[in-house]
């Protein structure tokens, strides 16, 4: 699985952004988000099962929305009221089983990342 994220970049604080990830090759089952801010480590932010069941980190919960389009192979985040503190380079990330996990670890295929931007 290939997976290609998109959709970053700079908004002012209380601003919305819409990611998306592309996935081409074999399908996945779950679909997560992961960001890197500058200095800290890659950080969990929201998954989705291929069953429904989603899971957010808590600094994101009401704000974030995690979805995806099994058609089109593609998922999508939904990002409302950001602050500051999201900037960050965001990742997809897919697994080929199910499993409500937040470890980078457990995951296999990975995008290569979109800058988000917020500023105050």
């Known amino acids: 699985v290939q997976l290609q994220a998109s959709g970053g970049g700079l908004v002012q604080a209380g601003g919305s952004l819409n990611l998306s990830c592309a996935a081409s090759?074999?399908?996945?089952?779950?679909l997560a988000w992961f960001r890197q801010a500058p200095g800290k480590d890659r950080e969990f932010v929201a998954v989705l099962s291929s069953s429904g069941n989603t899971y957010y980190t808590a600094s994101v919960k009401g704000r974030f929305t995690i979805s995806r389009d099994n058609t089109k192979n593609t998922g999508d985040l939904q990002m409302n009221t950001l602050k500051p503190e999201d900037t960050a380079v965001y990742y997809c990330a897919a697994r080929p089983r199910q499993g409500i996990l937040t470890a980078a670890r457990s995951y296999d295929y990975w995008g290569q990342g979109t800058l988000v931007t917020v500023s105050s």
């Open positions: 090759g074999r399908a996945f089952s779950t």
